[in-house]
């Protein structure tokens, strides 16, 4: 069908066009160029009238309107639209963008299933759907899972505009691929998903296993509490370590060196680190667990794995990441070691497949500015995560704040609403492929809409993700109707005791 008829200057990569309707910014067409067929993409749309042109008064836009409404050439549609490429080498994944513009007079023309399809819904088992075009709604589009583990993936948007449906999304499909997933669930999101065998877990941590820094971060020693600092790190011995009881061995240490004669001023700060230790063991048992040998072991390959670190504060969740994130690192690079070796002996690794992990909040683990334990591991599952089949999916609302090197090594982002200018700025430098044009489109997508760019899609992609219906994560609490529940049962309440129990109050 035909659209319109490109009109004005072209160029290679970018035509104007009039049109017989406004056509939608994100909107895929088709131009039939002398030499075949190229691919546009809507990016900015105008409508205007003659007639409502120049309006001074009130009376001038009345009496114009109806001008306006008698004449059927009053109305303008132009579009800009930027040239993807000869649409026969899209469909082979390739980019050749024509030598000639597209003379004036061409046909624009509306893109049809067959033409989209195969671009967009690859028939592949390593693609799979995500949703639907979003301007081009009967078009499927779908996602390369190869590409982001292979290649890491970042999901960025405002709060509640869909980035934990994604990973919900994201989460069905790989299971059905029988995939190895981990989520590090700070919001307990994730553990009623409808997923089979899904694993819920609660992340731990070892404190025998980590350097004495670590343990004082973990057992949440103030930064500058350097006389604390010491104490335990002198504490921290070889034999408390091997310790049968962990903590008795710790706290005996800690006390010891307190009660040093030599050194009263040491004794109150003692007294702090014992006082942190017993809360550690009370408070955090669930958490700091001595006696688990290898935390990796909750988690099972070709599943879905919850990891519940909701329980966690920010710095305890921080060197529990940082310690999945380096075990999993090892685990993969032994994996591959022992494959490429021809010593079969003895196994000393547990995953022998790829692994995909996702982190929410990554402002938080993965800050600019600042180190943390999480952020070092990141970087390297980023750098070197594609060598050893590590891929690293990292979900944020405040862009702006996360490590731009690691934001910048995710080879695919899916980004919905943002208006954060300073977002966007952080966006536009991180991914070389997301264009300016695309990033103004950020602010006016609605919740679930999303822009794709990278490796995981043939061509940047504005879509319509599909909503993950069996699930109740983050979805906003409806506090009136809470209220009103909770009031009818202050009445049962207080009528039960009067012995005035109303039928009808119970039953609804
Ligand atoms: N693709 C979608 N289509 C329709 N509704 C959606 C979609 N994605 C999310 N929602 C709804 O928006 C709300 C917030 O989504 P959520 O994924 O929790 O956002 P975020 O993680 O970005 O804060 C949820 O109630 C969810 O049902
Ligand atoms: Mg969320």
Redesign the pocket.
Same mark, same amino acid.
């Given at each position: 069908m035909t659209l319109g008829v490109v009109i004005g200057e072209s160029k290679p990569t970018a035509v104007t066009a009039q049109t017989s309707r406004p056509l939608s910014v994100g909107e895929y067409v088709v131009i039939g160029s002398q030499d075949g067929k190229l691919l546009g993409l809507v990016e900015r749309s105008f409508v205007s009238s003659a007639a409502l042109n120049d309006i001074h008064n009130y009376d001038e836009a009345v009496e114009s309107k109806e001008v306006a409404d008698l004449n059927s050439r009053d109305k303008s549609y132009t579009a800009k639209i930027t040239i993807l490429g000869y649409l026969t080498d899209l469909q082979k994944s390739r980019i050749v963008l024509p030598a000639i513009p597209p003379i004036p007079g061409t046909a624009v023309l509306n893109a049809t299933k067959d033409d989209l399809g195969t671009i967009f819904g690859p028939q592949k088992e390593e693609w799979v759907r995500i !949703?639907t075009l979003l301007r081009n709604s009967e078009i499927e589009a779908k996602v390369n899972l190869n590409k982001i583990v292979s290649r890491h993936l970042a999901i960025l948007?405002m709060? !509640?505009? !869909?980035?934990?449906?994604l990973v919900s999304l994201l989460a069905k499909q790989i299971s059905g691929l029988d995939g190895t997933l981990i989520i590090f669930d700070y919001h307990n999101d994730y553990p009623d998903l409808h997923i089979p065998g899904i694993n819920v877990i609660d992340a731990k941590i070892n404190p025998r296993l980590l350097d004495s820094n670590t343990l004082s971060d973990v057992l949440e020693i103030r930064e500058n509490a350097d006389i604390q600092h010491r104490i335990l790190r002198l504490a921290f011995t070889h034999d408390v370590k091997e310790a049968k009881n962990f903590w008795d061995a710790l706290d005996h240490n800690v006390a010891m060196i307190g009660a040093n004669p030599e050194r009263k001023d040491d004794r109150h700060s003692a007294d702090r680190v014992q006082d942190k230790i017993d809360d550690a063991r009370h408070r955090f048992a669930d958490v700091l667990d001595p006696d688990i040998m290898d935390p990796l072991g909750l988690i099972k390959e070709g599943r879905v794995n919850v990891l519940n670190v909701s329980e966690l504060s920010e710095k305890q969740a921080n060197v529990a990441l940082a310690y999945y994130f380096q075990e999993l690192l090892n685990d993969r690079k032994a994996a591959l070691l022992a494959k490429n070796s021809k010593n079969k002996e003895g196994r000393h690794y547990r995953f022998d497949s790829p692994i995909f992990v996702i982190i929410e909040e990554a402002h938080v683990f993965i800050p600019k500015g600042e180190d943390t334990h999480t952020k070092y591991w990141a970087a390297k599952i980023a750098r070197e995560g594609r060598k050893f089949g590590l891929g690293l999916c990292i979900v944020s609302?405040r862009p702006r704040n996360i490590d731009p090197n690691v934001l910048s090594q995710m080879g695919s982002l899916a980004v919905?609403k943002i208006v954060q200018e300073d977002d966007q700025h952080q966006i536009s430098s991180a991914a070389e492929s997301i264009s300016k044009d695309l990033i103004t489109q950020l602010t006016s997508l609605n *919740?679930?809409d999303a822009v794709f760019v990278g490796q995981w899609v043939n061509l940047p992609a504005i879509v319509?993700? %599909? %909503?993950v219906k069996d699930k109740v *994560? !983050?979805?906003?609490k409806n506090a009136v109707s809470e209220w009103k529940y909770a009031k009818k049962f202050d009445r049962v309440a207080v009528e039960s005791t009067q012995g005035l129990i109303q039928k009808d109050l119970l039953l609804d």
């Open positions: !949703g948007a709060t !509640g505009m !869909g980035k934990s449906n609302q919905m *919740v679930g319509h993700i %599909e %909503e *994560v !983050g979805s906003d």
